[in-house]
């Protein structure tokens, strides 16, 4: 495979971008004009959600060369915050050149649970469910046979006996799917069986999104010389760095932004493949406390002795490639063409080790220079575009923002009337 160069990437023109893409076979004619049009069809809006009036558009922005188990692969990422998208191209960047992302996935398989209650006699009813556990699972799977046909289906059903509640779970493997309707459905069939078997009576039957069966980790090492030219500044970097992630150990208020920065990348690239943000952010923030306290999902181990700085980051990523609105909107079928179709387990990879990129960036930044000056650099933009600069003012008022000490809005505007 010939690598492809990204030099001068960020300082080209969407339309140049696009060129770039397509030019080195990584965009399709009709992609292109799926993203230059930048719209999703009010009519398919309609189908996607209630009381339709319009739709909101959001930046699509590309990482390019990520190097995750031995593959390159070029990330989009939707997002509305400036220096995101830079800080994990930046990251890749460093990443690859240190040996690139290795993965494992531990398990994929979705949960759901039936939640009992008013049983007089909790071990007996336990004991028969898992006496008739062989006759549950064909009971779940026979009601969405489908998935069976595709490989998927049932797996395993346990009870766990919580205060008023006996609680059965079932875990199932979705195959290509996120899985909530298929899930939810096979829940639902087994309410009747199990309040006959356990002479109580069902509160709910539903999907869980704490997706603790759906783990993946990623892993990375940067070596010391990315982190500095300085040998000494960069010995210095690694060990803050290390001391940042136990920050994040220890701190909640810290582990709530150290997290923050992992979803900065997380959201944008499960946003762009159409996937359930709202299930992938509970289901990890779950995950990140799981013992009680709420703690950083990355840890940065400085070796020195290897003269590298070691990342991992494990998440609950139940992704999915087929299903839910991932097929009608056009800009999400873009994406994943742009990830070559990957499947959801390398989907999942990928999602990880942008995670871990973008974690990687913030504490680099956190821990030298501090987020300001590189994050409001690419801020500046934004400020300058808010107080209402034209397009060609932008440039102008970017670089008189840049010398000043106080860097907002109220900064911009007072620029922009002498521009003006
Ligand atoms: P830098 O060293 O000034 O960058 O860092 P540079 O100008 O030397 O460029 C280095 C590379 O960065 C470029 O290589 C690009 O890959 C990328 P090149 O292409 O030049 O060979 N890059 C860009 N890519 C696209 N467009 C751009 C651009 N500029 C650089 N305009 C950088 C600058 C922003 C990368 C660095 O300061 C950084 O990583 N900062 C962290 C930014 C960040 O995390 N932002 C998220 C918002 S803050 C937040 O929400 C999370 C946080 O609170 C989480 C936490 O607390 O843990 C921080």
Redesign the pocket.
């Known amino acids: 495979m010939t690598s492809i160069s990204?030099?001068g990437?960020?300082k080209k023109t969407p339309q140049e971008r696009l060129e770039h893409l397509q030019s080195n076979a990584l965009l399709s004619p009709e992609d292109k004009t799926i993203l230059e049009s930048a719209s999703l069809p009010l009519a398919t809006a309609n189908q996607m959600a209630e009381h339709v009036i319009g739709t909101l558009s959001l930046p699509f922005a590309l990482a390019p060369d990520f190097q995750v188990d031995g593959s390159i692969y070029h990330l989009p990422m939707v997002t509305e915050?400036p220096?995101?998208?830079?800080?994990a191209?930046?990251a890749a960047?460093l990443i690859k050149r240190s040996g690139g992302f290795k993965t494992h996935i531990h398990q994929r398989l979705m949960i759901g649970q039936v939640a009992l209650y008013d049983i007089s006699d909790k071990d007996n009813a336990h004991q028969t469910i898992l006496t008739a556990k062989e006759n549950l699972i064909n009971m779940a799977n026979q009601a969405h046979p489908s998935i069976v046909k595709r490989g998927g289906g049932a797996r395993d059903i346990w009870c766990e006996d919580k205060e008023d509640f006996l609680i059965v779970y079932l875990s199932v493997d979705t195959q290509e799917a996120m899985g909530a309707n298929m899930v939810n459905t096979m829940m639902e069939a087994l309410v009747p069986d199990l309040e006959i078997m356990t002479q109580g009576k069902s509160l709910m039957a539903i999907l869980s999104n704490y997706a603790t069966e759906s783990l993946v980790t990623a892993e990375c090492t940067v070596d010391l010389r990315f982190l500095s030219r300085d040998k000494d500044q960069a010995h210095r970097l690694a060990q803050k760095m290390e001391l940042a992630s136990q920050l994040a150990q220890v701190d909640p208020y810290r582990a709530t932004?150290?997290n923050?920065?992992i979803f900065?990348g997380v959201d944008a690239l499960v946003l762009a493949t159409g996937n359930d943000w709202r299930a992938i952010e509970a289901g990890a923030h779950a995950y990140a406390c799981q013992d009680g306290h709420y703690r950083g999902l990355s840890q940065w181990h400085y070796d020195q002795e290897a003269q590298k700085i070691k990342g991992k980051l494990t998440l609950p990523l139940p992704i999915a490639t087929k299903g839910g609105s991932i097929g009608l909107n056009p800009s999400v079928v873009a994406a994943h063409d742009i990830l070559g179709n990957v499947n959801a387990r390398t989907l999942a990879r990928l999602i990880a080790s942008l995670g871990l990129a973008?974690?990687f960036?913030?504490?680099?930044?956190?821990t030298s220079t501090g987020?300001q000056?590189?994050?409001m650099k690419?801020q500046a933009k934004s400020l300058a575009l808010l107080a209402g600069a034209k397009e060609e003012q932008v440039p102008t008022l970017v670089k008189q923002l840049l010398q000043e000490k106080h860097l907002n809005l109220e900064t911009a505007k007072q620029l922009l009337a002498k521009l003006s």
């Open positions: 990204w030099t990437f960020s915050e220096s995101v998208v830079a800080a191209s930046f960047k932004t150290h923050k920065g900065n973008q974690n960036a913030a504490l680099k930044a956190l987020i000056s590189g994050h690419l």
